[in-house]
C-alpha cells in the first residue's frame, strides 16, 4: 500500500506538470528509472501504475532516455505482464504516434508491436477487452506507419481475419478485427486486396474477400464513433478507385451493398459530429457558468471590508512564502522524486 501510494503521489506530481517541458525534463530520468526498477523486479502489484506513469512520461514528446525503456515493456510483456496489456496499451500507442519517425528508425518496433498484438489474439484464454485493444493498437501503427507497414500487412490482416473465424462475443471485438483490415485497405487497396484474394475461410476453404466485403458493408450502419466512420468512407472510397472497369467479381456480388453503406457511414458521421457539437457547447455553457459564479464570489470578497484585517498579516506572509517556493519549485523537483525513488525501493525491493 505504501508503494502504490508513493506512485500514486507522482501520477498527480505528472499530471500537474505534464504542461511543462522544462519540469518533465528535469523529472523525466528519475522517474523512468523507477519504472524501470519495477519491470526488471516484476513487482506485479505495482505494475498498473507502472505503466500509467511511463504513457504519462511520452504524452508530449519522447526523449532518447525514454526510447530505452521500449524495449524494456516488450520484455515485461513477454516475461510476466501479458495479463496487463490493456494497460501497457496508452504507452504502447504514445510510442508509436508521439514520435513516428523515432519508432520507424528502428524496424524492430514495428515488429515488437506486432508479436504483442499477435500473442494477444492468438490466444484463446485472453479476454475480448484486450484482443480488441490489440486491434486498436494494430490499426493505429498501419494508419501511423503507411509508407512502411507494407511488409507486416500480409501477417497482420491474416491475424485478424483468423480471430473473426471464431467465436466472437463482443460484436466490439469483431467490429475492431474489420477496422484493422478496413484501415489497411484505406493505406494500400491493392496489396490488402491481394492478400484477402488468397486467404481462404476454415473449414469450408471459401474465398475470403467476397466474404469480408459482404460481411462490411452489412456492418456499416454499427459503426460507432467519428473515426471509424471517416476510415470506413476513406476505405470503401480507396478501394472504389482503384475499379477503373467493371466491379470486379468480389465487389459484384455485394454490389447491392454499396450505395447502402455509404449512406450510413456519412449519415453516422453527420450524426457523430452534430452530438460532438453538443457536447462541447455544454462544455462551454458550464465553463461560463463557473466563470460566473466565480466573478459574483470574487465582488462579494472584494465588498466585504471585513475579510481582512491585521492579523491576516501571517497568513499574508505565509502566501508569500509559499509563493518563492513556487518559483524554486524545478530546483527542488528531482530531490522530491528521488524521495520517492528511494522510499519505493526500502518498500518493494
Not at 56 to 83: A, E, H, K, R, V
Not at 107 to 119: I, R
Not at 148 to 167: G, H
Amino acid at each position: 500500500m505504501t508503494a502504490i501510494g508513493l506512485l500514486s503521489s507522482l501520477q498527480t506530481l505528472l499530471v500537474a506538470v505534464q504542461n511543462n517541458p522544462h519540469i518533465m525534463e528535469i523529472i523525466e530520468q528519475d522517474c523512468g528509472n523507477l519504472c524501470a526498477v519495477i519491470l526488471q523486479h516484476g513487482v506485479l502489484d505495482v505494475y498498473e501504475e507502472a505503466f500509467v506513469i511511463l504513457s504519462q512520461l511520452t504524452l508530449n514528446s519522447i526523449s532518447p532516455f525514454m526510447w530505452q525503456l521500449f524495449p524494456l515493456l516488450y520484455q515485461c510483456f513477454c516475461d510476466d505482464g501479458f495479463d496487463y496489456f490493456v494497460d501497457m496499451v496508452p504507452a504502447v500507442h504514445n510510442f508509436i504516434t508521439i514520435d513516428p519517425p523515432a519508432f520507424l528508425s528502428n524496424p524492430a518496433n514495428m515488429q515488437t508491436v506486432y508479436d504483442m498484438c499477435t500473442k494477444i489474439l492468438e490466444n484463446e484464454n485472453c479476454g475480448e477487452d484486450a484482443q480488441s485493444h490489440a486491434c486498436k493498437v494494430l490499426e493505429v501503427m498501419v494508419l501511423q506507419c503507411k509508407d512502411t507497414v507494407s511488409q507486416l500487412l500480409p501477417r497482420i490482416i491474416k491475424t485478424v481475419l483468423e480471430r473473426v473465424t471464431k467465436t466472437v462475443k463482443m460484436k466490439l471485438c469483431r467490429s475492431m478485427c474489420l477496422q484493422v483490415v478496413i484501415a489497411a485497405l484505406y493505406v494500400n487497396p491493392i496489396g490488402v486486396i491481394e492478400v484477402l484474394e488468397k486467404l481462404t475461410m476454415p473449414p469450408t476453404g471459401e474465398p475470403v474477400c467476397s466474404q469480408f466485403f459482404s460481411q462490411w458493408f452489412k456492418q456499416a450502419d454499427c459503426v460507432r464513433g467519428v473515426h471509424n466512420r471517416k476510415i470506413g468512407i476513406l476505405g470503401l472510397v480507396s478501394v472504389l478507385g482503384r475499379c477503373a472497369g467493371p466491379l470486379p467479381a468480389y465487389l459484384a456480388a455485394c454490389a447491392h451493398e454499396i450505395v447502402p453503406a455509404f449512406l450510413a457511414l456519412f449519415s453516422g458521421l453527420e450524426k457523430a459530429y452534430q452530438t460532438k457539437a453538443s457536447v462541447d457547447s455544454e462544455d462551454d455553457a458550464v465553463e461560463e457558468a463557473e466563470e460566473e459564479d466565480l466573478e459574483i464570489e470574487e465582488d462579494e470578497l472584494e465588498s466585504d471590508e471585513d475579510d481582512y484585517d491585521e492579523d491576516d498579516a501571517a497568513y499574508v506572509e505565509n502566501l508569500a512564502k509559499m509563493a518563492r517556493i513556487w518559483d524554486s519549485f524545478p530546483k527542488q523537483l528531482t530531490p522530491f522524486v528521488f524521495f520517492l525513488f528511494s522510499s519505493f525501493r526500502q518498500v518493494v525491493i
